[in-house]
């Protein structure tokens, strides 16, 4: 990849059109945008609640878990058990939040908790499948090796049946037609492509067979632009990584470090502390093709032109570190920061449709695993520089330390005769 520019449009104004105030000050730590109405969700910081604001002027609208109560100070684990799981329908104002082993649906009238789920239903992920009937949940309540599978709820006759198993959200292409989660794993995380048809039998995701392979674990949910160009993906456990692949070649064309890169175990505290100041939730892809925005600790708002491979820096109105970033379906930035606050930012420009074609041509490249076999015999993967066919990664010997991971530790199970990493 070629080396990037800086600073090309540092004249550029960052037009604000509304701002408030988050209620007794409190940051949002993720944003989550309706992908066809005016709507906005908000992960309280403080507590396993779920503000809702209209997206023309960031009126409030309501809060999912007002009277909850807040998480424990510094208690990392207790924020991963009780954060809410939220997804909105695709056409509808309707925000389905998992919280406290309740699935609530939200709309602007009311809400209430969604009957007939299995009392073993804890779900830390939800999706909605493309055209609102189904609702995708994981884990799944209805089998035994719950992270192996995901439920598939039908919303109009509340049967449930069975999904294949996915642990970090479900991005949908915009053109339709193709999703990707990830299913994650402490040597290397998979990236999931799934074909996507509620008229067909099963409704939920059907996973193909081209992958991708990311390492180590702890990514967050991978994001599409909306013209359907390009993917990004946010992460990981070890360090403040972003990559972003081409669609459909998945030819890697950014990859970086957010911050400092890691230094080796042991950790000194005062790296962990630059790399807990990065959001876990910072990029957004605004409405001009092939811009991506990451939101900085220092207050500031990344331009980073991926066709161009230029990049500018821009202040935000207050400052302050940002904690979320989101993109309206009107193409109008959102950004939340340390201080409380909530900032809508015009768009700069027009998004064009996402193209159907690069979706049918992924899928005329690739087919359907068999959900009865092993799924790692079945994938070809990719990591966007180098591909390996199933079977590949058992006969490689030679590794450098320039290699990931994942890769280092199959050579050392190749040697001794193990098996998969």
Do not use: K
């Amino acid at each position: 990849m070629a080396a990037w520019r800086g600073d090309y449009r540092i004249g550029m104004t960052v037009e604000t059109v509304a701002r408030v105030r988050v209620g007794g000050g409190v940051a949002v730590e993720r944003l989550i945008c309706h992908p066809r109405l005016p709507l906005i969700a908000g992960l309280d910081s403080a507590r396993p609640a779920v503000h809702i604001w209209d997206a023309r002027d960031l009126r409030a609208l309501g809060t999912v878990g007002a009277d909850a109560a807040g998480y424990e100070q510094d208690n990392a684990w207790e924020r991963v058990l009780r954060a809410p799981a939220t997804a909105w329908h695709p056409g509808e104002p309707v925000l389905m939040v998992s919280v406290a082993g309740t699935v609530l649906r939200w709309t602007p009238s009311g809400e209430f908790a969604l009957a007939g789920l299995p009392p073993t239903a804890a779900y830390r992920g939800l999706a909605f499948g493309p055209g609102g009937r189904t609702l995708w949940a994981t884990p799944a309540a209805t089998a035994a090796d719950s992270w192996e599978r995901s439920d598939v709820i039908d919303l109009e006759t509340g049967d449930i049946g069975a999904g294949p198993g996915w642990d970090t959200g479900v991005a949908s292409h915009p053109a339709g037609g193709l999703a990707l989660t990830l299913r994650s794993n402490q040597g290397a995380t998979l990236g999931l492509f799934a074909r996507v048809d509620e008229r067909a039998a099963p409704a939920g995701l059907r996973v193909l067979r081209r992958a991708l392979i990311l390492d180590v674990d702890g990514y967050e949910t991978p994001i599409f632009s909306p013209d359907g160009r390009y993917l990004a993906i946010r992460g990981n456990a070890y360090g403040n990584s972003l990559d972003v692949f081409e669609f459909p070649s998945l030819d890697n064309v950014l990859s970086m470090t957010l911050g400092d890169p890691s230094p080796g175990y042991p950790y000194p505290q005062e790296w962990l502390d630059r790399m807990r100041a990065w959001s876990r939730h910072n990029i957004a892809f605004g409405a001009r093709p092939g811009v991506l925005w990451i939101g900085t600790p220092e207050g500031a708002l990344v331009e980073a032109d991926l066709d161009n491979q230029r990049s500018a820096r821009h202040d935000t109105p207050t400052g302050a570190a940002v904690t979320a970033l989101g993109v309206t379906a009107a193409g109008n930035l959102v950004v939340a920061d340390a201080d409380g606050a909530l900032i809508l930012v015009a768009a700069d420009g027009a998004t064009p449709a996402a193209a159907p074609e690069p979706v049918a041509a992924f899928l005329t490249g690739t087919t359907e695993v068999d959900p009865g076999t092993d799924l790692d015999s079945q994938l070809v993967l990719t990591d966007g520089a180098r591909s390996w066919e199933p079977g590949d990664p058992a006969t490689v010997d030679t590794v450098t330390d320039a290699d990931p991971t994942w890769l280092r530790i199959q050579v050392q199970l190749n040697r001794i005769g193990g098996g998969p990493a």
